[in-house]
Structures are given as structure tokens and as C-alpha cells.
């Protein structure tokens, strides 16, 4: 029943910034804690940061700590993913993610909704 749109994504310059949406319908994202994932060309997809359901609680993986925040919007059906301090290394598809039951980690084995992603280059 849930559906996840991301967007936001593009080109952007080393040292830039971005901000991504994951737009939820079908279902309030009241009831899901929300991660968003990264995957590059090559590599497995990683765990980027989760927030709990109320956004009491958040996670980052070590690669992004002090450079990206993740906060949600309940009232809007929307979380976001504001990024700064972009670097090449950080160029990959971004997913987010639902995970029904809790805030349970970064894992992607714990998420059972997901949206179909969007492109984030960072590139001069």
C-alpha cells in the first residue's frame, strides 16, 4: 500500500549542497521509521541515515556524520535528506526506505518499502 517517490537529486559541484524528498502516499509515514540508502556504480548499496517514526532518533553512517541531516515533515508525508559539503565519493543513486516496525538500523534487510531513486552526481 505504501509508496515512496524520491526526488531532489541532480548535478552539483564538490562543496555544493542538496536537499532530497521522499514523498509518501498510499499510507501516513506516521507508523515507519525512514532510511535512506546510496548506491554507486559498482559497489553495494549502503545505509545512509535513518530517523525514527516521531524523528526523536537518527542515525548516520560514519562517510556522511557532520555534513548530512536527515528530519521529516509527518504533516507533509515527507522526509528529507539535507546534504552539504558534497564530495565526488558521495555520487551515487539514493533510495529511501521504510522500515514498519522501528528504528532498527541501517541495514537494508529491515526495510520493506522502497522508492525507485533518484541521481545525485557530484562532479567540477
Known amino acids: 500500500q505504501l509508496q515512496l517517490v524520491e526526488s531532489g537529486g541532480g548535478l552539483v559541484q564538490p562543496g555544493g549542497s542538496l536537499r532530497l524528498s521522499c514523498a509518501a502516499s498510499?499510507?501516513?509515514?506516521?507508523?515507519?521509521?525512514i532510511g535512506w540508502f546510496r548506491q554507486a556504480p559498482g559497489k553495494e548499496r549502503e545505509g545512509v541515515s535513518v530517523?525514527?517514526?516521531?524523528?526523536?532518533?537518527?542515525n548516520y553512517a560514519d562517510s556522511v556524520k557532520g555534513r548530512f541531516t536527515i528530519f521529516r515533515d509527518n504533516a507533509k508525508n515527507t522526509v528529507y535528506l539535507q546534504m552539504n559539503s558534497l564530495k565526488p565519493e558521495d555520487t551515487a543513486v539514493y533510495y529511501c526506505?521504510?522500515?514498519?516496525?522501528?528504528?532498527?538500523?541501517?541495514?537494508?534487510?529491515?526495510?520493506?518499502?522502497w522508492g525507485r531513486g533518484t541521481q545525485v552526481t557530484v562532479s567540477s
Open positions: 526506505a521504510a522500515d514498519p516496525v522501528a528504528l532498527r538500523g541501517l541495514e537494508s534487510r529491515w526495510y520493506d518499502y
Open positions: 498510499g499510507s501516513t509515514l506516521d507508523y515507519y521509521a
Open positions: 530517523i525514527s517514526s516521531g524523528g526523536g532518533r537518527t
